[in-house]
């Protein structure tokens, strides 16, 4: 399935909105989209699901990151001294967001949207004032605690002086959406209960996963993947274990590599295809210094193109994040392609994987490793949960239908305000 979407290009917005019953959508991403991880996917199969309705759909994001063909995608100014796509917090986002905020509002007055849908909290803080001046609603898609990222990517101290009042603004901008948006029930109970945001204002939509375009390996030609696999130098007779996403600390890379050497130790002829960036030099080395060069396999960043090609090579996979705050969408992708899963015993994972997923009895490297070795002993409980989660990816997390759900958010928010908000 090519990874394009029917467009009518920037050039067909100037018409009015309503012609051809759709409505013009400003979508507010502050990170370099398109980068093929995590929110990233959230925002683009959201916005295919909305075009593929008919809406009209402008993204405004940073000068980084990689254009996909079909989307009306708008950059921030570029700044030629920073051209690095930006992961989590640092401070080179401070003039990125400046620079967006001028783009977003360029953007409003030559799009005129019908509903502002920003993502992430820079995304609202910059949408919150563009609403108020146009009078059109604003949807927050709330992909995790702001402090709480801090804290996971060791930006921020929970004992720093910064921490209280970075809550705080949190919170206030938490307020200033018409709806929030979350992507798990985990993410819903987090506003409610840490922050006082009144549940009816919000919206659970879950992470979804496209499984047409995610596909068992049993779906691809046997020779292109024995060719993928022997390009990547994973040696023959081995079960290979795979992980695409974030590298990093928080998304438990560094507990994954003890759990690989767990396994090795133990004679397991088993293989660690890791995919995903950043720093996957640095933990490559750090799998030589362990004694695992034999046994694991960085591609870096794969395409968000190939990543189910690379997903089926795999006969089990595996999600270590630590983080219970963030979404978990590889998942997603892990069940459509019918892959058996092993993660933590998060409230996200249990959401997405159900009664089907393989949980570490404890969030550490014997844990983990034991949660893998059951799988890898286990052949038929292999087949039996791979089926089970494809089946489960196929029948509740549909992008179509999530789609769908969001056009009723749209028109909720916008019912809410005066039919003579002006333009």
């Known amino acids: 399935m090519a990874l394009t979407s029917q467009s009518p290009g920037a050039a067909g917005f100037a018409g009015d909105t309503h012609a051809n019953g759709g409505r013009r959508i400003l979508k507010i991403a502050p990170t370099s989209f398109f980068a093929d991880y995590g929110c990233h996917v959230r925002i683009l199969e959201e916005t295919r699901a909305l075009m ?22 708008r950059r921030a100014m570029n700044t030629p001294w920073q051209r690095t796509v930006q992961v989590g917090s640092n401070l080179h986002k401070l003039y990125y967001d400046a620079l967006l905020t001028l783009k977003s509002a360029q953007a409003a007055r030559q799009f005129r949207p019908d509903v502002i849908h920003a993502h992430l909290h820079e995304g609202a803080l910059i949408g919150y004032p563009l609403s108020r001046v146009l009078g059109v ?51 819903t109970d987090l506003l409610v209960q840490e922050f006082g945001y009144p549940e009816r204002r919000i919206v659970t939509l879950t992470d979804s ?39 990093a600390g928080y998304q438990g890379t ?10 090795i130790a133990e004679g397991r002829p088993v293989h660690f295809l890791i995919m995903g960036f950043p720093g996957e030099d640095d933990y490559r080395r750090q799998a030589e210094q362990m004694g695992l060069a034999g046994h694991t396999t960085f591609t870096g960043r794969i395409l968000y193109e190939e990543a189910p090609l690379h997903l089926a090579l795999g006969d089990i996979a595996v999600s270590p994040k630590l983080s219970e705050t963030e979404g978990n969408g590889k998942l997603l992708n892990y069940m459509a392609v019918g892959l058996p899963t092993v993660a933590l015993n998060t409230p996200v994972a249990n959401e997405l994987l159900g009664p089907h997923g393989e949980y570490a009895s404890s969030p550490d490297a014997e844990g983990l490793a034991a949660a893998l070795a059951r799988i890898l002993d286990d052949g038929p409980l292999r087949a039996a949960r791979g089926s089970q989660l494809r089946q489960r990816a196929a029948e509740q997390f549909s992008w179509d239908a999530a789609g769908q ?10 019912a809410e305000r005066s039919p003579s908000r002006p333009r």
């Open 405 to 414: 759900r969001l056009l009723m958010v749209y028109d909720e928010i916008a």
């Open 52 to 73: 593929r309705s008919g809406q009209q759909v402008a993204i405004c994001t940073y000068h980084t990151g990689r254009d996909l063909p079909g989307l009306d995608v």
């Open 254 to 263: 560094g507990l994954l590599l003890e759990a690989a050497a767990r396994l």
């Open 209 to 247: 996963v496209d499984t047409e375009f995610f596909i068992p390996a049993g779906r691809f030609v046997p020779e292109v993947l024995e060719q993928r696999r022997r390009s990547l130098g994973i040696p023959e007779g081995r079960s290979i274990v795979v992980y695409l996403g974030l590298l």
């Open 137 to 187: 609603p604003l949807l927050f898609d709330f992909q995790g605690s702001l402090t709480s990222e801090m804290v996971d990517h060791g930006f921020l101290s929970r004992r720093s002086l910064l921490y209280r009042p970075l809550r705080r603004l949190e919170r206030v901008i938490d307020f200033m959406a018409d709806r929030i948006l979350t992507s798990s029930r985990n993410a």
